[in-house]
């Protein structure tokens, strides 16, 4: 089994400062990792993923996360906020296993919602 | 590319309406999905095509019903909805095998009356 916590439902940040997006996971293999942004009535965009590589991730934007096994956390990171960064951020964990058939399972979070102050 | 498009953007539909969703993608990929969203929620999974076959259905009710015509093409087909219905429907695509991460499109929004 495998579930996803985001510690917090919304973060607001002045643009400019660091932005920090918390995330916890629980899997029973060694999982793989992502974190996706949606923008309001858009689809989800693909920011950066872990799969047992680097355990520093660098992703689009400026993003990164760190995958820190005994921690079980996949924090999102940001060194200065963007006002086109306001949008809500899942974290998700795929387990590894193939589904039968093929295709994988991805477990979301709820979900944080950022938002970016002047 | 990693290009998922979804057709249409925007449907309105009554209960006794049949209507459909297309999406396309031309990345190679082998496993397709249908997710459903609600306002404020993470993405609910619904179906998962792989190879052109079903591989999940996550108990979805019959008045959803989903059809993969080749590797680049899935479909959700929808009749006698009710207004619950009405949400954000995303497509996703994988590569077919592994912990491959999902690619997914716009999304459909859809309004049931």
Known sequence: AQSVTQLDSHVSVSEGTPVLLRCNYSSSYSPSLFWYVQHPNKGLQLLLKYTSAATLVKGINGFEAEFKKSETSFHLTKPSAHMSDAAEYFCVVSDGKELTGGGNKLTFGTGTQLKVEL | ?113
């Open chain 2, 1 to 113: 590319d990693t290009e998922v498009t979804q057709t249409p953007k925007h449907l309105v539909m009554g209960m006794t309406n049949k209507k459909s969703l297309k999406c396309e993608q031309h990345m190679g990929h082998r496993a397709m999905y249908w997710y459903k969203q609600k306002a404020k929620k993470p993405p609910e999974l619904m179906f998962v095509y792989s190879y052109e076959k079903l591989s999940i259905n996550e108990s979805v009710p019959s008045r959803f019903s989903p059809e993969c015509p080749n590797s680049s093409l899935l479909n959700l087909h929808l009749h006698a909805l009710q207004p619950e219905d009405s949400a954000l429907y995303l497509c996703a695509s994988s590569q077919g095998r592994g912990p491959y991460e999902q690619y997914f499109g716009p999304g459909t929004r859809l309004t049931v009356t």
